[in-house]
């Protein structure tokens, strides 16, 4: 399994664009590179998922360099309610969660 | 659509008693998972299933915990005996695609 490792945690702004970057550098072939978010007393929630070079969805952006050894998710003009942590996960017919980015948006 | 249904939603017990949680997956999702979470980390996979039957258990610890997914349905996860240490919010999650997984809101689970 690929191990990630993804920062601590974050600090932003109402309005400011956070982008938060997970090193995997054992990735497979096969694996997807998935992004869950989840808020205190809740499960996780499904961002975006992709494979190869950038996923754009509703909420969210996923850049995949060509090596595939990084991923970054980008949350364009962040608000207080997207405060949670996010978690990376790599893999393909199993996912493992690791710590986590806390976010904090602040005012 | 309904969400992963699970219940309780808090239980408090004392330890060496023994606990049930049960989970209603979303309807059509043939795989369901049971995660443990305990405060301050990532959710830890317990156990997955396929339909009725167990894909992958290396993470549970089967001389306590115990589960069974019922005519590849809703699924009961047990533990017994509790210790202190199994504190924590046990979750449950559905899906069709393994990747895209569908969390409930979790069982708070105190052992004191």
């Known amino acids: 399994l690929a191990k990630t490792t993804q920062p601590i945690s974050m600090d932003s702004y109402e309005g400011q664009e956070v982008n938060i970057t997970c090193s995997h550098n054992n990735i497979a072939t096969n694996d997807y590179i998935t992004w869950y978010q989840q808020f205190p007393s809740q499960g996780p929630r499904f961002i975006i998922q992709g494979y190869k070079t950038k996923v754009t969805n509703e909420v969210a952006s996923l850049f995949i360099p060509a090596d595939r050894k990084s991923s970054t998710l980008s949350l364009p003009r962040v608000s207080l309610s997207d405060t949670a942590v996010y978690y990376c996960l790599v893999g393909f017919q199993k996912l493992v969660f690791g710590t986590g980015t806390r976010l904090l948006v602040s005012p | 659509e309904a969400g992963v249904a699970q219940s309780p939603r808090y239980k408090i017990i004392e330890k060496r008693q023994s606990v049930a949680f049960w989970c209603n997956p979303i309807?059509?999702?043939?795989?369901l998972y049971w995660y443990q979470q305990i405060l301050g980390q990532g959710p830890k996979l317990l156990i997955q299933f396929q339909n009725n039957g167990v894909v992958d258990d290396s993470q549970l610890p089967k001389d306590r915990f115990s589960a069974e997914r019922l005519k590849g349905v809703d699924s009961t996860l047990k533990i017994q005996p509790a210790k202190l240490e199994d504190s924590a919010v046990y979750l449950c999650a559905s899906s069709w695609a393994v990747r895209e997984q569908y969390f409930g809101p979790g069982t708070r689970l105190t052992v004191t």
């Open positions: 309807s059509g999702h043939a795989t």
